[in-house]
């Protein structure tokens, strides 16, 4: 938001403070100055070296060479029709200056001026901008001949002076601007550039802007001076508002006023419009924008004559209400647009006049007949002044404007602002929050300067519908909260002052501070939230930049951990180290994305999907993994990927049911292909099972098991394993399947991929608690077993009877070698193992041979092993 140093002083004395030292007060308290154009006022002069702390822009106009002069006559050139010679007096002396601006060429030859034109005239010398190029080009004015005419000094437009982009003429002074004066001391400026975040919603105004600056500096804010003189008939009996959702407005005001001629505004106003980065339309419009700016209450002006023909003999009614779906209103702008039943109405009985809060309707606009465009032939018309060009004519321009203040739903305004893509002054205010209380001044403000700059006579009265008038907030707060949250010793009187500074009410009762929010704050809450709210603001009032270093003084609180937080940043932390890599993926996806992967019959639905492709919650942690995978397979020759999430279970009429889940990715090549490395082989399903196995290993779990699984459908059959934890399934590993594969874009076909899924509330549940285990002051025993078996029986069994008959004194077994040959017999294979035994004495030969007849004579028992010889 643009702010004009000269309207800020309208509200709050500046002396002694300089555009940087406000600049400065305003970042600190937050709301971020992000640039100083300055347009005529002294820019600040920086040694060499020396940092510039704010983004600074614009031209300083030279007091000695720029001024308020007055044009008295224009005359002809003489070779050129085109341009015409000013008989200019500049305070000392007459001068003829030449120009060919457009907006005083019907003055030509009409002889001496009644009343002369004051103008901003800039000498021979003079820095400014070339008001012929596009963009902001400096240049110095220069003698030189034009068409045989002496030119050495010029008649600037806004362009020139960096007011604005555009130039559309020269610039015409109000009669006030006294001749010979200094053009910077009559309306140089500077405009602070201000970042407005949502929580500073209230001070997108220039009053708001003023109210932070006194209660920083400690002056006086000087109130805005509303007093409208009044006559004829009260609009009260000649208007009726219905609301029929105070949920969406909460409040509707409107006052009417009679008479008024449209013209333009004041230069001094739409300079400041203009430099707030508003376009000057007119003086009806502008009182409406320049109310708006000044106390943040957007305003819309209606014909009033257009509702009373709309009418006919019955009262004008005013209704506000949701659309239909499909029905349509054409805007200001031209543009037919189609409504939803999301989007509110301003309706009279004969339909809709305005898209609420956003933009109104052509139909019933303030027309200026005055106003000369070119329809889209390129004819020219009388019309209302839009993009398109001609929308009516009515014949005769509005002189009763019927004027409305209202309060919104902001949600509801910035959805209807997205959708119909209106983003506008109104809509930008709107949809981050009005108070309602600011409807009545603003509507009061706007009529008191429209009769000042249109001469119209305001009705007595305003139509006042206000059924959701929101409570203001109270807060309760003591020193030590104070003291404990900020850090500072305040007395509870000097709290008060510090928020009674920001026109908060306080009251000490014994040892806490009542505090109650002014009618302008929406942002303050009640309770724990609310004291945040109010502690924020003395934070501000204090001064963050005030608030000394200290240690924490409070007792520090109990310390609790998470113990499913520390679980899972545990699993993270073994899975990065055996070389995968986290992703984090979006839990909005879309059912055509899951389906690839698997087909649910349900979902959780989002309401108001930001997107298509993000219409739904995820059911498939895979899937989301999937697509990472397929928008990253050419970045590298291998890509192991995993996520931690959540997916969402659809629940009748409940929230859904939201697991965490592991989820596991890999293809590529098992080694980077190098100078030493021929022929890198291809990662496979043992290579996910490693990892797995590790995994399990740093969770510490022990009776793991894996078993053939067919029952996965994105997985392959024949290649996929269930893994197993104290007899419960975990999750399942293995080799995506092929059809599946095809729908993705994964690159070479011939390289597996390789994915895996776990449920991690199971696993973390199956995972032991354990202590420190000492290390055996005896030696291990090492030995080496080789069995023959049928085919059909599984490793995992021998494994599982080789710890059961050992014991606790066989401390690990490994299988190390599968051997097959028709030496050993047909349908045979060899299973070697590796044992290792752990007494708490020290081993014999004898003992370590003893258990390993007792492991041999159990195997050939029950699965009919043979120790190969």
């Not at 001391?185 to 109210?211: E, F, K, Q, T």
């Not at 205010?429 to 009061?444: C, D, I, L, T, Y």
Request: with cysteine; aromatic share 6%; glycine share 8%.
């Amino acid at each position: 938001m643009k702010i004009p140093l000269s309207w800020l002083k309208d509200f709050i004395d500046i002396d002694g403070l300089s555009v940087e030292d406000i600049a400065r007060k305003l970042t600190l308290a937050g709301m971020e100055v992000d640039e100083i154009l300055y347009a005529g006022l002294e820019m600040p002069t920086y040694k060499e070296g020396e940092k510039h702390e704010f983004k600074t822009n614009g031209i300083a106009w030279d007091k000695e060479k720029i001024f308020v002069a007055e044009i008295r006559e224009v005359k002809a050139h003489p070779n050129a029709d085109k341009l015409t010679l000013l008989d200019l007096f500049d305070g000392q002396q007459g001068q003829i200056v030449l120009t060919g601006a457009p907006n005083i060429f019907h003055l030509k030859g009409t002889g001496k001026l009644e009343k002369p034109i004051k103008v901003a005239y800039a000498k021979e010398g003079s820095i400014l901008y070339d008001g012929h190029v596009e963009g902001q080009q400096l240049m110095t004015l220069k003698r030189a001949k034009i068409r045989g005419v002496d030119s050495y000094s010029m008649v600037c437009s806004e362009k020139e002076l960096g007011i604005t982009d555009e130039s559309d003429g020269i610039i015409i002074l109000d009669d006030d601007a006294l001749v010979g004066m200094p053009l910077a001391d009559y309306i140089g400026d500077a405009v602070l550039d201000i970042s407005i975040v949502p929580n500073m919603a209230r001070n997108a105004n220039v009053i708001g802007i003023a109210r932070e600056l006194a209660a920083l500096t400690g002056r006086e804010l000087k109130q805005p001076k509303i007093e409208l003189k009044t006559s004829g008939d009260s609009v009260e009996g000649l208007v009726e508002i219905e609301i029929t959702n105070s949920e969406l407005n909460p409040r509707f005001v409107a006052g009417l006023i009679r008479n008024v001629e449209i013209k333009p505004s004041p230069y001094q106003i739409q300079r400041r419009l203009k430099l707030a980065g508003i376009r000057a339309i007119n003086n009806i419009v502008d009182a409406s924008n320049y109310a708006m700016i000044e106390l943040g209450q957007p305003l819309h002006a209606f014909d009033y004559d257009v509702l009373k023909e709309r009418a006919g003999k019955n009262k004008i009614k005013i209704t506000t209400r949701t659309a239909k779906d499909g029905e349509t209103l054409t805007t200001l702008d031209g543009v037919k647009r189609k409504l939803t039943s999301m989007n509110v109405l301003v309706c009279d009985e004969k339909g809709s006049l305005s898209l609420a809060g956003v933009m109104g309707g052509s139909e019933s606009e303030v027309y200026d007949a005055s106003k000369e465009v070119l329809d889209a032939k390129g004819i020219e018309t009388k019309a209302d002044e839009t993009p398109q060009g001609k929308i009516t004519s009515r014949g005769k321009s509005t002189v009763n404007i019927l004027l409305e203040g209202a309060a919104w739903n902001f949600i509801n305004i910035r959805r209807t602002a997205k959708q119909h893509n209106l983003p506008s002054e109104a809509s930008f205010r709107f949809s981050r929050g009005v108070h309602p209380a600011v409807a009545e001044q603003g509507v009061k403000r706007g009529l008191q300067y429209m009769a000042a700059w249109a001469g119209g006579a305001v009705a007595p009265g305003l139509v006042d519908v206000y059924p959701l008038k929101p409570k203001d907030s109270i807060v309760e707060l003591t020193s030590h909260d104070v003291k404990k949250l900020l850090g500072i010793d305040l007395t509870l009187k000097e709290i008060a002052a510090l928020l009674e500074r920001l026109e908060f009410k306080c009251e000490v009762k014994d040892t806490k501070l009542i505090v109650t929010a002014p009618s302008h704050r929406m942002d303050i809450d009640e309770g724990v939230v609310g004291l945040a709210d109010v502690l924020e603001e003395v934070a501000r009032g204090y001064g963050y930049d005030n608030i000394p270093v200290t240690t924490m003084a409070d007792a520090l609180p109990p310390q609790v951990g998470n113990p499913v937080h520390e679980w899972e940043e545990h699993l993270r932390d073994l899975l990065i180290a055996f070389g995968l890599q986290e992703v984090a993926t979006y839990r909005m996806t879309s059912v055509e994305k899951e389906s690839r992967v698997a087909k649910y019959d349900e979902y959780v639905r989002i309401a108001n999907p930001i997107a298509p492709e993000k219409s739904v919650l995820r059911r498939s942690l895979v899937a989301s993994v999937l697509d990472v995978l397929e928008k990253n397979i050419r970045l590298g020759e291998s890509i192991s990927l995993f996520e931690i999430g959540s997916i969402f279970e659809p629940v009748k009429n409940d929230l859904p049911n939201e697991p965490r889940k592991l989820a596991i990715a890999m293809t590529g090549l098992r080694e980077a292909t190098a100078w030493d490395v021929k022929d890198s082989s291809k990662l496979d399903f043992y290579d996910l099972k490693g990892r797995i196995e590790l995994t399990l290993s740093g969770l510490r779990l022990t009776d793991v098991s894996y078993t053939a699984s067919e029952s996965t459908p994105y997985l392959h059959p024949g290649k996929a394993a269930e893994v197993k934890v104290n007899g419960q399934v975990m999750g399942v590993f293995g080799e995506l399947h092929p059809l599946v594969k095809e729908k993705y874009e994964l690159g070479d076909a011939s390289r597996p991929v390789l994915v895996a899924e776990f449920d991690l509330e199971l696993l973390r549940k199956a995972t032991p608690t354990y202590g420190i285990v000492p290390v055996s002051e005896f030696p291990p025993v090492y030995e080496d077993i080789a069995i023959i078996v049928d085919e059909s029986v599984l490793a995992e069994e021998i494994e599982a009877l080789i710890k059961q008959t050992g014991g606790k004194i066989v401390t690990n077994v490994r299988l190390f070698d599968v051997y097959r040959d028709e030496k050993i017999g047909a349908g045979k294979k060899s299973l070697a193992y590796s044992l290792t035994y752990q007494a708490e004495k020290t081993m014999t030969d004898a003992d370590a041979a003893a258990i390993r007849n007792k492991i041999v004579k159990r195997l050939e028992k029950e699965v009919g092993a043979k120790l190969r010889g």
